[in-house]
């Protein structure tokens, strides 16, 4: 691993309680402790210590991105996470940040060094608040990748960790044509520190289309092998977004649309039973509380989400014909 700045070390960090929150020389602003904010989050919301302390990471890392320029004018934030971070806030929480690359996009050791610059970035973003190290490496997927890809794992040492421990992955798909109009959008930001970003992220439309070819890309392959990644987040995500944001989307043309982004991945379907075929169902309903149950407080049921997504994406589907 390769730390994005070498001027700090664990000089005397320690593992306080889960109770204390410890202080910090960092902290300004009147502000309580980070560690004490974080607390309360993982007191009021449920979810696990490790998932709190990524979701924070992540903001500040894209803080640290949209300030690199050659990243901020090239990457369309994307999936899940640009849902919590860009449209809902108060959404399920996400692991890693995924963006497509626009022409131009930054690959190999040019990426590398931008990565980099980018974590040097949230580095001196983060200085007001807490003592955090974060250091990268570039990923390598165990299986060659099928598409053109490129991904990083960071690894972050906050203040109460002995080395970098929390870790927040980095993937950058460089084949996928944004085919809607770029977003421009604030990063939400949901721990008492003033976060100011603005970051290029997909339309909603078209979340949606890649969330939607996601399940006819999965379902092509568990019909073949008899087995695949469980989809349950993009249909909670499906679900949340149509729910929320269904009328403010521009339907015109969506069946076409899709139609272009399902054609990229060589997958198509015929109409809206295709994204509910029932070997999918059958796992996403078994997967449903491993995949969804630690990032979502209050997760509703598999039965009531499929039940309210299938008559928005048929009325998606026929309306936009």
């Known amino acids: ?13 320690v593992q306080p309680s889960m109770d204390d929150p410890g202080e910090s020389p960092w902290e300004g602003r009147g502000m309580k402790p980070l560690r004490l904010r974080l607390l309360e989050a993982r007191r009021r919301l449920g979810v696990s210590w490790e998932i709190l302390e990524r979701d924070y990471l992540l903001s500040w890392i894209l803080a640290g991105i949209c300030q690199v320029g050659s990243l901020r004018d090239t990457l369309v934030f994307k999936g899940g996470t640009a849902l919590k971070k860009c449209y809902f806030g108060k959404y399920r929480f996400s692991e890693d ?38 250091v990268y490496e570039r990923y390598t ?3 060659p990748h099928p598409r053109d890809q490129e991904a990083f794992a960071i690894h972050a040492r906050l203040p109460w960790h002995r080395q970098p421990h929390t870790r927040v992955m980095i ?5 996928e ?15 008492g520190e003033p976060l100011e970003a603005q970051v290029p992220v997909y339309a909603v439309e078209e979340i949606v289309a890649e969330k939607l070819r996601a399940i006819r890309q999965h379902a092509e392959t568990l019909e073949k092998r ?4 469980s989809r349950a987040r993009d249909y909670y995500d499906l679900w949340r977004v149509l729910g929320a944001y269904k009328n403010q989307m521009d339907l015109s043309g969506f069946v076409s649309f899709l139609h272009e982004k399902c054609a990229v991945r060589h997958v198509d379907f015929e109409g809206p039973e295709d994204f509910f075929q029932e070997g ?3 796992q996403i309903e078994k997967t449903w509380f491993q995949w969804l149950g630690p ?25 936009s014909k």
């Not at 497509?100 to 580095?123: F, Q």
Request: aromatic fraction near 4%.
């Open 295 to 319: 990032l979502v407080p209050g997760l509703p049921s598999f039965e009531t989400v499929i039940g309210e997504l299938r008559p928005q994406i048929e009325s998606l589907i026929s309306l």
């Open 97 to 134: 940040l995924d963006f497509s690359g626009l022409e131009g996009v930054p690959t190999g050791d040019t990426m590398e060094r931008a990565i980099r610059e980018s974590c040097d970035t949230a580095m001196k973003l983060l200085d007001e608040y807490a003592p955090v190290e974060l």
């Open 226 to 229: 008899g087995w695949s990644r």
């Open 171 to 175: 993937e950058i798909t460089v084949d």
């Open 141 to 143: 997927e165990k299986q």
């Open 1 to 13: 691993m390769s730390k994005a700045r070498s001027d700090r070390t664990a000089q005397g960090a």
């Open 177 to 191: 044509k944004v085919l809607k109009p770029v977003q421009k959008r604030k990063v939400i930001h949901e721990y």
């Open 280 to 282: 999918m169902l059958v």
